[in-house]
């Protein structure tokens, strides 16, 4: 069961943490056209949340970010992974990894429904041109 992985630009950004701000940012980007590929939010710090982003589109999300007030991180790359679900989907992903030496810095991963995964990997940016190659990717 092959899965698909590509390459795709990682944003963060401090918002604060209180009702509504989350909509707020994410009501903006949506007016704006903006499609997120993946998305979490959690509490950093007293008062403050992060948002990590993966948008389909770098172009149009950083306009509209900078709209919405948002300061976005220096633009890292990520791997995403997506395919059909089966047990150790996201392993062999990682066991390809593990084998060209790369540590992983963080990974998430969630069920999409209908037999489908998906997962974002998050490595040490110098390791980004071994881990294409390891994985078989431009």
């Not at 899965?3 to 949506?30: M, Q, W």
């Not at 999300?61 to 007030?69: H, I, N, S, T, V």
Request: with cysteine.
């Amino acid at each position: 069961m092959k899965s698909t992985i590509s390459k795709v630009d990682h944003y963060s950004a401090e918002i604060l943490n209180r009702v509504g701000e989350g909509a707020r940012v994410l009501g903006a980007l949506r007016d704006s056209g903006v499609n997120l590929t993946a998305l979490w939010a959690y509490p950093s710090k007293p008062g403050k949340a992060q948002l990590e982003m993966i948008p389909q589109s770098s172009p149009g999300f950083l306009k509209a970010a900078k709209k919405a007030g948002l300061k976005l991180s220096r633009k890292q790359t990520a791997f995403f992974v997506n395919g059909q679900d089966h047990p150790g989907a996201v392993a062999e992903t990682l066991a390809k990894l593990s084998e060209a030496g790369i540590n992983v810095g963080a990974v998430e991963a969630v069920c999409a429904g209908a037999g489908r995964y998906g997962a974002v990997i998050f490595l040490p940016q110098s390791d980004i041109r071994k881990a294409s190659k390891a994985l078989g990717i431009k």
